[in-house]
């Protein structure tokens, strides 16, 4: 019954008692009529676990203690007073971040050409798809998503600044091997004594001057990133047009000004950014390939728990969870690096780590939570959750000093964490004004591993040591 309806019944009741003490009953009779049937509603407004309140008459304060007070045994008893022991932490604590995956940076590349030109052809693959029931594979041209290897053609162009420049450079090689047949004539000649000295030095200027065009358009084709084998191959070319092979000019003029655009890594096409026909020019991303084996965690973590993680040796586990799949099997990466700026408006720092992603179930940018396993802190003792007394200003425990005496000291304590029917006290003081800054430095004070803390009748205790308290300050 609640209190609301106690009150009702009282007041029905007093009303019958009012109209029958006018008539027939005496005043005395109502009386007691009213008083016994307060008392039964009360009793069964009461919960099943109420104890009778302590007897101040009988209870006492310990002189000598701050906070503790003294019962009698059979008082301790009727009130069913139990106790457990305060322990050190032990259980690891979890901190949990959120997040996001994003690409490792490391393991992405950006396609670009070396020259400008129009593209004349897609590079092409077996599709994965086709030839699964029996049938023929298909080859057909790459296109998003699709899986390429590390130096695969991903497109073919053909660049009138590579046909020129590899003219220039054919032109180049040409005329030293013309000024150097010259200057051995010349050489002959002035050793002959038919050519004067003049024409000879002339000779050996003109190779120098040839020398030094080839080397001007080799530097030019090497600031484009010709490798040597492809160098070599313009140089082999210059030679071989000496030949008089059709068949071989033909094959030159069709790879001439050929630029072919291959995969720098084994990886997913993400973005394919070309036609054919199209004019494409140097600064553009032509591809984008990302190898998606391995993926980085960007998790925030608040300022105030900033410090916990900076604590821990580097790098750290940590668990990953997709937020869309929370069923899902966690995956264990590691945290590397702590960023060095705090987020101005969420007051947050970025930690980052790589997580395997062998499967491919994960996706750059999925929401995940990260959560990282910390040590016991310091300093923090565990109790049953049913020792903490709370009125919303403060936190306080009951402990038994000494098991053999019925004596009952108050501690002040702050809960760090609850966790099912356990709390877990920080080992400083719940301070809630000046007078408490003396208890702050008395150590005594202070709840401690193997105290005796009282799980059972501590509410009664708290209620008892505050009217003595009140009844002591009155006798002042």
């Given at each position: 019954?609640s209190?609301?309806?106690?009150?009702?019944?009282?007041?029905?009741?007093?009303?019958?008692?009012?109209?029958?003490?006018?008539?027939?009953?005496?005043?005395s009779?109502?009386?007691?009529?009213?008083?016994?049937?307060?008392?039964?509603?009360?009793?069964?407004?009461?919960?099943?676990?109420?104890?009778?309140?302590?007897?101040?008459?009988?209870?006492?304060?310990?002189?000598?203690q701050?906070?503790?007070?003294?019962?009698?045994?059979?008082?301790?008893?009727?009130?069913?007073?139990?106790?457990?022991?305060a322990?050190?932490?032990?259980?690891s604590?979890?901190?949990?971040?959120?997040?996001?995956?994003?690409?490792?940076?490391?393991?992405?590349?950006?396609?670009?050409?070396?020259?400008?030109?129009?593209?004349?052809?897609?590079?092409?693959?077996?599709?994965?798809?086709?030839?699964?029931?029996?049938?023929?594979?298909?080859?057909?041209?790459?296109?998003?998503?699709?899986?390429?290897?590390?130096?695969?053609?991903?497109?073919?162009?053909?660049?009138?600044?590579?046909?020129?420049?590899?003219?220039?450079?054919?032109?180049?090689?040409?005329?030293?091997?013309?000024?150097?047949?010259?200057?051995?004539?010349?050489?002959?000649?002035?050793?002959?004594?038919?050519?004067p000295?003049r024409?000879?030095?002339?000779?050996?200027?003109?190779?120098?001057?040839?020398?030094?065009?080839?080397?001007?358009?080799?530097?030019?084709?090497?600031?484009?990133?010709?490798?040597?084998?492809?160098?070599?191959?313009?140089?082999?070319?210059?030679?071989?047009?000496?030949k008089?092979?059709?068949?071989?000019?033909?094959?030159?003029?069709?790879?001439?000004?050929?630029?072919?655009?291959?995969?720098?890594?084994?990886?997913?096409?993400?973005e394919?950014?070309?036609?054919?026909?199209?004019?494409?020019?140097?600064?553009a991303?032509?591809?984008?390939?990302?190898?998606?084996?391995?993926?980085?965690?960007?998790?925030?973590?608040?300022?105030?728990?900033?410090?916990?993680?900076?604590?821990?040796p580097?790098?750290?586990?940590?668990t990953?969870?997709?937020?869309?799949?929370?069923?899902?099997?966690?995956?264990?990466?590691?945290?590397?690096?702590?960023g060095?700026?705090?987020?101005?408006?969420?007051?947050?720092?970025?930690v980052?780590?790589?997580?395997?992603?062998p499967?491919?179930r994960?996706?750059?940018?999925?929401?995940?939570?990260?959560?990282?396993?910390?040590?016991?802190?310091?300093?923090?003792?565990?109790?049953?959750?049913?020792?903490?007394?709370?009125?919303?200003?403060e936190?306080?425990?009951?402990?038994?000093?000494?098991?053999?005496?019925?004596?009952?000291?108050?501690?002040?304590?702050?809960?760090?964490?609850?966790?099912?029917?356990?709390?877990?006290?920080?080992?400083?003081?719940?301070?809630?004004?000046?007078k408490d800054?003396?208890?702050?430095?008395?150590?005594?004070?202070?709840?401690q591993?193997?105290?005796?803390?009282?799980?059972?009748g501590?509410?009664?205790?708290?209620?008892?040591?505050?009217?003595?308290?009140?009844?002591?300050?009155?006798?002042?």
């Amino acid at each position: 019954m609640s209190r609301r309806a106690v009150f009702l019944t009282v007041a029905a009741l007093l009303g019958v008692a009012a109209v029958a003490a006018v008539r027939f009953v005496r005043p005395s009779q109502v009386a007691a009529i009213v008083q016994s049937t307060v008392a039964a509603a009360q009793r069964k407004a009461r919960p099943a676990s109420y104890h009778k309140p302590v007897e101040r008459s009988r209870a006492e304060l310990v002189p000598d203690q701050k906070d503790a007070l003294r019962l009698p045994v059979d008082v301790a008893t009727t009130l069913g007073i139990t106790t457990k022991t305060a322990q050190g932490s032990q259980r690891s604590r979890s901190l949990v971040l959120s997040g996001s995956l994003a690409l490792d940076t490391s393991r992405l590349a950006h396609v670009h050409t070396r020259f400008s030109g129009e593209v004349v052809e897609l590079g092409t693959i077996t599709d994965p798809t086709s030839g699964t029931d029996g049938g023929q594979a298909v080859v057909r041209p790459i296109r998003f998503g699709d899986h390429v290897e590390k130096g695969q053609i991903l497109a073919v162009l053909w660049s009138s600044d590579l046909g020129e420049k590899k003219s220039e450079y054919i032109e180049a090689l040409s005329r030293v091997r013309m000024e150097k047949e010259t200057l051995t004539r010349q050489e002959t000649l002035f050793k002959d004594e038919a050519t004067p000295e003049r024409n000879l030095r002339e000779a050996r200027r003109a190779v120098e001057s040839s020398q030094i065009a080839v080397a001007r358009v080799e530097r030019t084709l090497r600031s484009w990133r010709l490798s040597d084998a492809e160098i070599a191959a313009i140089r082999t070319e210059s030679e071989g047009m000496h030949k008089k092979d059709a068949k071989g000019d033909l094959d030159r003029e069709k790879s001439w000004a050929r630029v072919e655009l291959r995969a720098p890594l084994t990886g997913n096409l993400l973005e394919i950014n070309l036609a054919v026909g199209d004019i494409v020019a140097t600064d553009a991303d032509l591809f984008k390939v990302a190898d998606l084996s391995t993926l980085r965690v960007w998790a925030y973590v608040y300022e105030e728990d900033l410090p916990t993680l900076l604590g821990l040796p580097k790098p750290f586990q940590w668990t990953i969870r997709l937020k869309a799949e929370p069923s899902s099997p966690p995956i264990v990466g590691t945290a590397e690096k702590i960023g060095d700026l705090i987020d101005p408006n969420q007051h947050t720092a970025l930690v980052v780590g790589p997580v395997e992603n062998p499967d491919g179930r994960m996706r750059a940018g999925q929401f995940i939570t990260a959560q990282v396993e910390l040590p016991p802190e310091d300093g923090e003792i565990e109790i049953p959750i049913a020792a903490l007394v709370e009125d919303g200003q403060e936190s306080i425990v009951f402990i038994q000093p000494d098991p053999g005496q019925t004596v009952y000291a108050m501690r002040r304590v702050t809960v760090a964490r609850r966790s099912g029917a356990t709390a877990t006290i920080r080992r400083t003081l719940a301070l809630g004004s000046e007078k408490d800054s003396a208890e702050a430095r008395d150590a005594a004070a202070l709840l401690q591993p193997g105290d005796q803390v009282v799980t059972s009748g501590a509410v009664e205790l708290r209620a008892a040591l505050a009217g003595l308290q009140d009844d002591a300050t009155t006798d002042k």
